[in-house]
């Protein structure tokens, strides 16, 4: 906690200043900015999720963000074995999955400003906003190959799971959550071109929801989710 305090701090100490560094006579003026990436994070899978983000210039060096966030949030605990008789592999013990549909605004402020074409450019942010999150249920296949929506009292033998239920099966039956999410980050702008812009971005997000979203029934559920993230981003600018 206290690493995340701390990184915190930085942000808002950064984002309370407008003016950091100079301009370059040759800087690229541009008033807006759309963006998407792909996410990759410690309570998400190969792939945590995909963002998509617009920047509206406010000043200098300071813009307004209006961000979507969908993110596939995982239990910690989660294990993926196989079924010794087919080779099929499903999560034991996982009775839901969480996709976190977060809205953010916020505030994005240049901390060090490339030249048009060349150089890397550093921003600071700030972001927060509600969250909805879908909980649905995680299905799979029994051993009489009849696909169903995971219960722990009823599936007490993992050798008797073949394996998982086809993708988003239980999007019909999901419920929503009510939640917040904050985002500070700073993003690592690499582009070369004036209308272009690529780069990475990395932070911590923390996401609150008004009760426990259970995933693994046999474990500790919460209703606070904390991870670290890096997003690969691309998008353009005028």
């Not at 906690?1 to 915190?8: E, G, L, P």
């Not at 950091?20 to 998400?44: C, H, L, S």
């Not at 799979?140 to 007490?156: A, F, L, M, W």
């Not at 932070?203 to 904390?226: H, M, Q």
Request: proline share 4%; glycine share 10%; hydrophobic share 40%.
């Amino acid at each position: 906690m206290r690493i995340i305090k701390s990184f915190s701090c930085l942000l808002l100490m950064i984002l309370s200043y407008g003016n950091v560094m100079a301009q370059d006579p040759e800087d690229y003026e541009y008033t807006d900015e759309f963006v998407w990436g792909i996410n990759k994070n410690t309570r998400g899978g190969l792939i945590g999720g995909f963002i998509f983000k617009k920047s509206i210039r406010l000043s200098e060096n300071q813009f307004q963000t209006f961000g979507l966030e969908l993110m596939n949030v995982k239990h910690p605990k989660e294990t993926r074995i196989s079924n010794p008789l087919n080779g099929n592999s499903f999560i034991w013990g996982k009775q839901n999955y969480l996709y976190s549909v977060r809205l953010q605004y916020g505030r994005e402020v240049i901390l060090f400003k490339k030249a048009s074409f060349q150089g890397l450019q550093i921003h600071g942010i700030l972001a927060g906003g509600p969250t909805l999150g879908i909980v649905s249920p995680y299905y799979i296949q029994n051993s009489r190959g009849i696909n169903e929506p995971y219960d722990p009292e009823v599936h007490v033998d993992f050798n008797s799971i073949l394996g998982t239920g086809n993708i988003l099966q239980g999007l019909g039956d999901s419920e929503v959550k009510f939640g917040l999410n904050l985002k500070p980050a700073f993003s690592f702008e690499f582009g070369t071109f004036k209308s272009n812009v690529s780069g990475i971005e990395l932070g911590f997000v923390i996401e609150a929801f008004t009760e426990d979203i259970v995933l693994v029934p046999n474990d500790s559920n919460d209703s606070l989710f904390t991870s670290f993230f890096v997003t690969l981003f691309y998008g353009r600018r005028r």
